[in-house]
Structures are given as structure tokens and as C-alpha cells.
């Protein structure tokens, strides 16, 4: 991982085999973040996309071992202090050209991104903000006092939700 720091920007350039989500939590010790927003695209393998499962009421990891991704669109926070958390989303492409190469079809996947490792490449944004910042689980029957970030394991006998909590 290259990255560059200008002002409150900093800027990643990720090399082809490098993991995205621990790569940015590494950054975040680097160079003490507390809280910053995230963008991401590039190309990627070895995808898992968390989604929230409606009927059982938890996240489930989708994995997507096998195939090459266009990474799309990656946004998020990433928070730092005593224990680094990241939140991102994203939206990969797997486009299947055709022999004769005049068309193309392909299929899209949305989610949380719980770990990419990058096939040719991959740049992040991250636009750093001075302000403490944590995410933290809020049992159920507890008023979130942050913004609501993320389901996280939520069933009907333990309801436990990750918030933004900004200080």
C-alpha cells in the first residue's frame, strides 16, 4: 500500500494482492485517523459482501471466491482510536464478454464489504475529519444517541445494531 497525505485528503493506491478493509485499518493506526469517509474502486478478487438476512434476522457473508469483480463503488467511514472500525459498502461487476467482443452482460452485487483483495489495482479517498468517532453495538431498548450505521446480528431474541457515535 502507497499512500499520499495532502492536508485532510489522503490518498491509497493498493497493489494487486493487498486485502482493502485491513489495509485501511492499518492506514487508520498509521496515521492516528479518528474518523474519516471512505471511496474506493479498482479491481478485485476473493469478494465477501455482508447482507442483512430478513427472515433469520442476522448478516450473512456472501462470499464470491472464484471470479474477477470490477469494484465499482466502495463508500463508508472508517473510524480509528483504541479499536480501528470500518463500515463500507459496495457494489461489484463481473461483466462476461462476448466472443466476438460487440456486446457483454454480466451481473452486479451490492453489500457490506467485509473483505476484497485487489486484482490490478484499487485507489481510496479518504477525506479525514477531525472529530472522535467510534462504532459501537446498542442493545435493544437503548436509544441510539449516533447515527445509525449497520445491522449487525440482529434476531428477535437479541437485537444489537452498530451506530455512528460522534463525540
Same mark, same amino acid.
Given at each position: 500500500?502507497?499512500?499520499?497525505?495532502?492536508?485532510? #485528503?489522503?490518498?491509497? =493506491?493498493?497493489?494487486?494482492?493487498?486485502?482493502? $478493509?485491513?489495509?485501511?485499518?492499518?492506514?487508520?493506526?498509521?496515521?492516528?485517523?479518528?474518523?474519516?469517509?471512505? &471511496?474506493?474502486?479498482?479491481?478485485?478478487s476473493?469478494?465477501?459482501?455482508?447482507?442483512?438476512?430478513?427472515?433469520?434476522? #442476522?448478516?450473512?457473508? $456472501?462470499?464470491?471466491? &472464484?471470479?474477477?469483480?470490477?469494484?465499482?463503488?466502495v463508500?463508508?467511514?472508517?473510524?480509528?482510536?483504541?479499536?480501528?472500525?470500518?463500515?463500507?459498502?459496495?457494489?461489484?461487476?463481473?461483466?462476461?464478454?462476448s466472443?466476438?467482443?460487440?456486446?457483454? =452482460?454480466?451481473?452486479?452485487?451490492?453489500?457490506?464489504?467485509?473483505?476484497?483483495?485487489?486484482?490490478?489495482?484499487?485507489?481510496?479517498?479518504?477525506?479525514?475529519?477531525?472529530?472522535?468517532?467510534?462504532?459501537?453495538?446498542?442493545?435493544?431498548?437503548?436509544?441510539?444517541?449516533?447515527?445509525?450505521?449497520?445491522? =449487525?446480528?440482529v434476531?428477535?431474541?437479541?437485537r444489537l445494531?452498530?451506530?455512528?457515535?460522534?463525540?
Amino acid at each position: 500500500m502507497d499512500y499520499r497525505r495532502i492536508g485532510q #485528503r489522503i490518498i491509497v =493506491s493498493l497493489k494487486p494482492g493487498e486485502e482493502l $478493509c485491513a489495509s485501511l485499518l492499518k492506514l487508520a493506526e498509521e496515521e492516528n485517523i479518528k474518523f474519516a469517509i471512505v &471511496s474506493a474502486h479498482g479491481s478485485c478478487s476473493r469478494v465477501t459482501l455482508g447482507m442483512y438476512h430478513k427472515q433469520t434476522g #442476522r448478516v450473512v457473508s $456472501c462470499p464470491y471466491p &472464484s471470479d474477477d469483480f470490477e469494484l465499482a463503488s466502495v463508500t463508508g467511514e472508517l473510524t480509528g482510536g483504541d479499536t480501528p472500525a470500518i463500515n463500507l459498502h459496495a457494489v461489484i461487476g463481473n461483466p462476461k464478454l462476448s466472443l466476438d467482443y460487440n456486446s457483454y =452482460s454480466g451481473v452486479s452485487y451490492s453489500g457490506t464489504l467485509e473483505s476484497a483483495y485487489v486484482l490490478a489495482g484499487c485507489t481510496a479517498v479518504l477525506d479525514v475529519l477531525e472529530l472522535d468517532a467510534r462504532i459501537d453495538e446498542v442493545p435493544e431498548g437503548e436509544k441510539p444517541r449516533g447515527i445509525r450505521a449497520a445491522f =449487525s446480528q440482529v434476531d428477535e431474541n437479541d437485537r444489537l445494531y452498530r451506530t455512528l457515535e460522534l463525540d
